[in-house]
């Protein structure tokens, strides 16, 4: 176990000199808080944009994190015949490289039956440089909470949350709420999730004291009321997210978190390098966030995911497990994306885990193809519809089919 200490002045690396960037304590808190009690997210979403593309590859000089170790074994990505197709955006024509430039996108790689047919960077960042997941981690966690029942670890979806955090037995809005309800968003917990309200529950979920080693994100679910029955509305709540890393920490028998990513992903998926993952105060990995990795070695989670039973996941969850977890518990509407288990729904035939800033890891299943994106766009929701637009661009030019979307073909 390794604890990387908390710091808050970033050293910043040019070709030139070295020069200091002060992160002042602008987290949403800062003004009326130490830093030592902030939220990690209420922090981070109190950067400037600046200051998010300098620090999402720097999380581990930042907070306190733990390695998730690699294994011996790398699974090697060959090149195949690269591609480079246009995005169609806006009445625009854009190269790849000019997309990445306007949407502060630092890295995207596409695969097609595992093999690279685009790898580019831009903005600083290199191919050996880990980012920034953020709720990239639900997708994770997600995979981990099956991976735990294939264990036994863990008895059922169906099993309430209390049944693994006893603490919240006596409180009325978790009555019936089940890990299920936690994958798919409905617990129907009367919480905030603003990325531009300082004052949202989502950026102040762990920075509570630590009472009788309780965690601070416990602690405050305590506190919570409920909207909705569980099961009857989806609401996006991190916290659903958080919680599920807890309980795997209770079941998992000495081990922690990281370790059993490690184990069940990292090592049998072949990743080429050690990741990291944000802790909670208690030293806990925060569920809903901020693991950080190596480009290729999201888009080996994707390949990870997008094998099922016939690859290394087969071994590792229950049997169905991927199919369920993709399978939209709510449909897709006109105005977005379908939801499942912690993964997003496409229309377009896909399915993705998705995080703030722009990150994805898209899968398309009859095509063979996995996608990962990362970036650090100005505004915490992402890079919207040009993300779709690259994600179908690529898509359709792996498998050599016309984009859909570019009507001069």
Same mark, same amino acid.
């Given at each position: 176990?390794?604890?990387?200490?908390?710091?808050?002045?970033?050293?910043?690396?040019?070709?030139?000199?070295?020069?200091?960037?002060?992160?002042?304590?602008?987290?949403?808190?800062?003004?009326?808080?130490?830093?030592?009690?902030?939220?990690?997210?209420?922090?981070?979403?109190?950067?400037?944009?600046?200051?998010?593309?300098?620090?999402?590859?720097?999380?581990?000089?930042?907070?306190?994190?733990?390695?998730?170790?690699?294994?011996?074994?790398?699974?090697?990505?060959?090149?195949?015949?690269?591609?480079?197709?246009?995005?169609?955006?806006?009445?625009?024509?854009?190269?790849?490289?000019?997309?990445?430039?306007?949407?502060?996108?630092?890295?995207?790689?596409?695969?097609?039956?595992?093999?690279?047919?685009?790898?580019?960077?831009?903005?600083?960042?290199?191919?050996?440089?880990?980012?920034?997941?953020?709720?990239?981690?639900?997708?994770?966690?997600? #995979?981990?909470?099956? +991976?735990?029942?294939?264990? &036994?670890? @863990?008895? !059922?979806?169906?099993?309430? /949350?209390?049944? $693994?955090?006893?603490?919240?037995?006596?409180?009325?809005?978790?009555?019936?709420?089940?890990?299920?309800?936690?994958?798919?968003?409905?617990?129907?917990?009367?919480?905030?999730?603003?990325?531009?309200?300082? #004052?949202?529950?989502? +950026?102040?979920?762990?920075? &509570?004291? @630590?009472? !009788?080693?309780?965690?601070? /994100?416990?602690? $405050?679910?305590?506190?919570?009321?409920?909207?909705?029955?569980?099961?009857?509305?989806?609401?996006?709540?991190?916290?659903?997210?958080?919680?599920?890393?807890?309980?795997?920490?209770?079941?998992?028998?000495?081990?922690?978190?990281?370790?059993?990513?490690?184990?069940?992903?990292?090592?049998?998926?072949?990743?080429?390098?050690?990741?990291?993952?944000?802790?909670?105060?208690?030293?806990?990995?925060?569920?809903?966030?901020?693991?950080?990795?190596?480009?290729?070695?999201?888009?080996?989670?994707?390949?990870?995911?997008?094998?099922?039973?016939?690859?290394?996941?087969?071994?590792?969850?229950?049997?169905?497990?991927?199919?369920?977890?993709?399978?939209?518990?709510?449909?897709?509407?006109?105005?977005?994306?379908?939801?499942?288990?912690?993964?997003?729904?496409?229309?377009?035939?896909?399915?993705?885990?998705?995080?703030?800033?722009?990150?994805?890891?898209?899968?398309?299943?009859?095509?063979?193809?996995?996608?990962?994106?990362?970036?650090?766009?100005?505004?915490?929701?992402?890079?919207?519809?040009?993300?779709?637009?690259?994600?179908?661009?690529?898509?359709?030019?792996?498998?050599?089919?016309?984009?859909?979307?570019?009507?001069?073909?």
């Amino acid at each position: 176990m390794r604890f990387v200490v908390a710091l808050f002045t970033l050293v910043v690396v040019t070709s030139c000199a070295s020069a200091t960037l002060q992160m002042q304590p602008n987290g949403p808190r800062a003004a009326r808080a130490s830093l030592e009690a902030a939220d990690p997210i209420g922090v981070m979403l109190g950067w400037t944009p600046d200051q998010t593309i300098t620090n999402f590859k720097h999380l581990d000089q930042l907070f306190s994190v733990r390695v998730v170790r690699r294994g011996a074994a790398i699974l090697e990505l060959p090149n195949d015949e690269p591609i480079d197709p246009i995005v169609p955006l806006d009445g625009e024509r854009l190269t790849i490289d000019q997309l990445m430039d306007e949407n502060r996108v630092t890295g995207v790689i596409a695969l097609h039956h595992g093999r690279i047919t685009l790898e580019r960077y831009a903005h600083g960042r290199t191919a050996k440089d880990r980012w920034f997941s953020a709720s990239v981690a639900k997708s994770i966690t997600s #995979t981990l909470v099956g +991976a735990a029942i294939r264990d &036994g670890l @863990i008895g !059922s979806v169906d099993d309430s /949350i209390s049944r $693994y955090i006893p603490e919240l037995k006596s409180v009325p809005a978790f009555e019936g709420v089940t890990l299920r309800h936690l994958m798919s968003m409905s617990s129907g917990l009367r919480f905030s999730e603003s990325t531009t309200d300082p #004052t949202s529950d989502f +950026a102040h979920t762990d920075e &509570g004291e @630590i009472i !009788s080693g309780r965690p601070p /994100i416990v602690s $405050y679910a305590m506190k919570l009321t409920r909207a909705h029955p569980p099961g009857t509305v989806k609401q996006y709540q991190t916290i659903n997210a958080d919680l599920l890393a807890i309980a795997l920490s209770r079941v998992l028998r000495g081990r922690t978190v990281s370790d059993y990513l490690s184990d069940k992903i990292w090592r049998p998926a072949g990743m080429e390098a050690d990741a990291n993952w944000v802790l909670d105060k208690t030293g806990i990995e925060r569920g809903g966030c901020c693991i950080s990795a190596t480009l290729r070695d999201y888009a080996r989670f994707g390949l990870f995911i997008a094998k099922g039973r016939t690859g290394p996941a087969g071994a590792v969850l229950p049997a169905g497990w991927i199919d369920e977890a993709r399978t939209p518990v709510w449909p897709a509407t006109d105005s977005g994306s379908g939801y499942g288990w912690f993964w997003w729904v496409r229309q377009d035939g896909g399915y993705e885990a998705v995080g703030a800033y722009g990150q994805s890891v898209t899968i398309y299943p009859k095509d063979d193809v996995v996608i990962a994106i990362n970036a650090a766009t100005s505004d915490p929701p992402g890079f919207g519809i040009a993300r779709w637009r690259l994600l179908q661009a690529l898509d359709a030019a792996a498998v050599g089919r016309p984009d859909p979307n570019d009507k001069t073909k």
